[in-house]
């Protein structure tokens, strides 16, 4: 699994079990306090989210799928990659623009062995060819549209706000620049990042990945006033 490589991160909604979310703060990084309120947002985004993508994940293989979110945080854009893996680890990823009432942009990233993982669990045995195939990229974008689809109807059921994805694109790629490049330069109105850890499991295996959702600062307050019925 992907292993962080520096504690917890900060302000975190953080599963202690079943339906549990408390928030937490990390060392050595930037702290962002998060009012109760706020991380009741969190919490049902992780939740009505992981029901409707496991939902749909069953639908599509036709077998029994299991998705835990054990921790959605918001964390500063330039600690991303620290909160979420080695900044020069390669990384699959798959990417979306987020259309609708506000915009923004979407990222599932897995470190390699969490997205081979990932593939032993959607394939069948003998289509279980490792490597950056075209099918294989193609079964894993398909998971991130699922999963991206998934929250952004949870974010539309909790805020009202009307929220699309774009088509999906997969790519491998180091997780920094992965960073610089989508977080940083295409969302210059973005200080934070809503980080959603997803765990599938089946097939007795566990692949961790992280979604995140990126909003310009502004878009986000919205979301987040909308959700509270303000």
């Known amino acids: 699994m992907t292993r962080r490589r520096s504690g917890e991160p900060p302000a975190t909604a953080t599963h202690d079990g079943p339906g549990s979310i408390s928030q937490q703060r990390g060392e050595g990084m930037s702290e962002i306090i998060l009012e109760e309120e706020e991380v009741d947002v969190l919490r049902e985004i992780a939740n009505i989210g992981s029901g409707h993508a496991a939902a749909s994940m069953e639908k599509w293989l036709e077998r029994d799928m299991l998705l835990d979110v054990p921790q959605a945080f918001l964390v500063p854009v330039e600690e991303v990659a620290e909160h979420i893996g080695d900044p020069l680890q390669?990384?699959?990823?798959?990417?979306?623009?987020?259309?609708?009432?506000i915009t923004g942009h979407l990222l599932y990233t897995l470190a390699l062995e969490d997205a081979k993982v990932l593939l032993d669990i959607l394939l069948d045995p003998e289509d279980r060819k490792w490597g950056f195939s075209p099918d294989n990229l193609s079964a894993i974008a398909e998971t991130g549209n699922i999963l991206f689809n998934a929250y952004l109807t949870a974010v539309s059921r909790i805020?009202?706000?009307?929220?699309?994805?774009?088509?999906?694109?997969?790519a491998a790629d180091m997780l920094e620049a992965v960073v610089n490049t989508v977080l940083l330069e295409i969302c210059e109105g973005s200080e934070h990042t809503l980080v959603l850890e997803t765990q599938f499991r089946g097939e007795g295996l566990s692949s961790v990945g992280y979604v995140l959702f990126l909003a310009e600062n502004e878009a986000l307050k919205r979301l987040v006033q909308r959700a509270e019925g303000e």
């Not at 390669?90 to 009432?101: D, L, N, P």
């Open 90 to 101: 390669t990384v699959i990823c798959v990417y979306s623009r987020v259309s609708g009432e």
């Open 159 to 170: 805020s009202g706000l009307e929220l699309y994805p774009g088509t999906p694109a997969c």
